[in-house]
């Protein structure tokens, strides 16, 4: 039975606000040179690329989404974006909470995907990071792409003056010795700013925004033209288009045969090139229920879908602070910065990552990423006369093949995802860290190590009344996880990978090293199910620096 709006919550709708602003593809030819699934970060970079560097071919992007926002909601609102989100999470698979197992979140199947929801973080995978990643990849990534990634999302340049003294600062303190320090990165256009940080003489009329591919598409389409040829070349974009399968066909095509959530409408197109960028639960659904995972090798066809991951990140240690360092250099209550404390990856003696995580650092974390576009309603509200400072840890995770979503014919496009939770320390200090660092802790150690690195920090502060407790297990300290979420989630289509830090690389994956799916003559992903780790930093750099490089491939 084909879709019908089987994921509760799923906006399903055509609007005349997107009809006048983009046209949906409804020419009569069904044949394109690239089809893209997807438009969010994955599919909507690759998209976009591979329209500038193809002028003359014919690519087509389809989304089961609708029109929703145009933008990123930040862009709109000052409403905070996680609380946007939730509104808008479909809810595409079941799980069964229970102390063990949970994972966070529900998807944002829309025009744009999780781009116009997201946190506009871009922090860049270190070193340690990438040796999850295959040479040739790891290559590409660290002499090009993750920099090109970073120009083509917008990086900041600074958040300013005291972000810029705080950095120094740190970089000058005994903690720079494990960790490398700067202002954290975020995807967001500062047209007034120099590449130095200072302010330009001249300036864009366009305004500040979050990075996010619904503006790259609709800048690509252009607005709706009657005139428009659709039998022509260029970028066409299907909104509202559930795939439900993608069938080899004779001669090297394929055949993606969709369902309109609006209509109930199927129609196919064809190409001899696909890019699934579905996200990381619905990738490995869509190729479960199409005709080329029966033609994987059956080794190939066990790691659809499995080994799901996401970072574990810590709850927050605050503190209410006044300066740093002596001198002292003041810290008001208007004052903001978002500091990212890189792991250098150092080894102990044992040949153990001592510090598989990175630390983010705020500083009057309510200022951080709202834009004040309703000046009569004043600044967003905070303690007048105290300055709060709050760190959180985000480690690195291999993938994790005892996570999974378990696809299969009647699952009613909802099957169930098992996913250990992260509160499982346990887990986490037997299977994960030793799996990613090497080392073996127990409790004890684990907690004696995030409140040695809190405490080193916070220790540069000066008059710190810290509001939370030590991280452990007992009466008045917090235990420091909780649950993954599925926004961050990867590793269910993987490309080649290592199990541990310390294992060769495994040849028996889903993608190749070109992101191509085994066995197939012209199927890609791109999207975070590709990763083979998940990084301590945000991934979202990286994958927009593969979806680069695949491009480059493509063209």
Request: glycine share 8%; with cysteine; net charge negative.
């Amino acid at each position: 039975m084909p879709f019908q709006n089987n994921y509760a919550n799923l906006v399903s709708q055509k609007s005349e606000a997107h009809t006048r602003l983009i046209r949906d593809y409804d020419g009569p030819n069904p044949d394109f040179d690239y089809i893209v699934i997807g438009s969010g970060i994955g599919g909507g970079t690759v998209a976009d690329d591979l329209a500038d560097r193809n002028p003359g071919k014919r690519i087509l992007v389809l989304d089961a989404g609708s029109f929703v926002y145009p933008t990123h909601v930040y862009n709109i609102s000052r409403i905070p974006n996680g609380v946007v989100a939730g509104h808008f999470g479909a809810d595409n698979f079941l799980q069964t909470d229970t102390p063990q197992q949970f994972i966070g979140g529900k998807p944002q199947l829309v025009f744009g995907g999780r781009s116009i929801f997201w946190s506009g973080l871009i922090p860049q995978p270190q070193d340690w990071e990438l040796d999850f990643f295959p040479a040739t990849i790891r290559a590409d990534l660290k002499g090009e792409y993750l920099k090109l990634a970073g120009e083509r999302m917008n990086v900041s340049l600074t958040l300013g003056s005291k972000a810029r003294e705080l950095v120094a600062y740190f970089r000058t303190s005994p903690i720079a010795n494990d960790f490398d320090i700067h202002e954290t990165p975020r995807a967001l256009h500062q047209p007034y700013l120099l590449a130095d940080g200072t302010p330009a003489d001249k300036f864009f009329v366009e305004p500040t925004g979050v990075f996010n591919t619904a503006e790259l598409l609709i800048n690509q389409t252009g607005l709706t033209r009657p005139e428009l040829d659709l039998n022509g070349r260029g970028l066409f974009v299907k909104l509202n288009s559930f795939v439900e399968a993608v069938n080899s066909v004779p001669h090297d095509w394929y055949e993606v045969k969709t369902t309109n959530t609006v209509t109930g409408e199927q129609r196919s197109f064809y190409t001899q090139k696909v890019i699934i960028a579905a996200g990381s639960t619905e990738s490995p659904k869509l190729i479960n229920r199409s005709s080329v995972f029966h033609t994987l090798p059956a080794d190939i066809k066990q790691l659809v879908g499995f080994g799901l991951t996401d970072h574990p990140v810590s709850s927050e240690s605050q503190a209410y602070v006044t300066s740093v360092g002596n001198p002292r250099i003041d810290i008001s209550p208007h004052d903001h910065a978002k500091i990212i404390f890189y792991s250098k990856g150092k080894l102990d003696a044992n040949g153990h990552v001592q510090y598989p995580f990175n630390v983010e650092m705020n500083v009057n974390h309510e200022y951080w990423h709202l834009r004040n576009n309703d000046p009569s309603a004043g600044l967003v509200a905070n303690d007048p006369n105290r300055t709060r400072v709050d760190i959180k840890f985000s480690f690195a995770n291999c993938l994790d093949d005892q996570n999974g979503i378990y696809s299969h014919a009647n699952d009613g496009y909802t099957p169930y995802i098992s996913f250990k939770r992260f509160a499982d320390l346990d887990d986490l200090l037997n299977s994960r860290f030793p799996a990613v660092a090497g080392w073996q802790k127990n409790t004890a150690d684990f907690m004696t190590l995030l409140n040695q690195t809190r405490d080193r920090i916070f220790n540069e502060f000066n008059d710190v009344q810290v509001l939370t407790g030590r991280y452990g297990g007992y009466p008045g300290e917090q235990w420091p996880f909780g649950w993954g979420t599925v926004h961050h989630a990867c590793g269910t289509l993987r490309m080649p990978w290592k199990s541990n830090r310390n294992s060769a690389f495994n040849s028996r994956s889903v993608v190749d090293e070109n992101l191509k799916v085994h066995g197939t003559t012209g199927l890609y992903v791109c999207d975070m199910s590709v990763l083979p780790v998940s990084t301590a930093a945000n991934p979202v750099r990286a994958l927009a620096g593969l979806a680069l490089r695949l491009s480059h491939h493509l063209s």
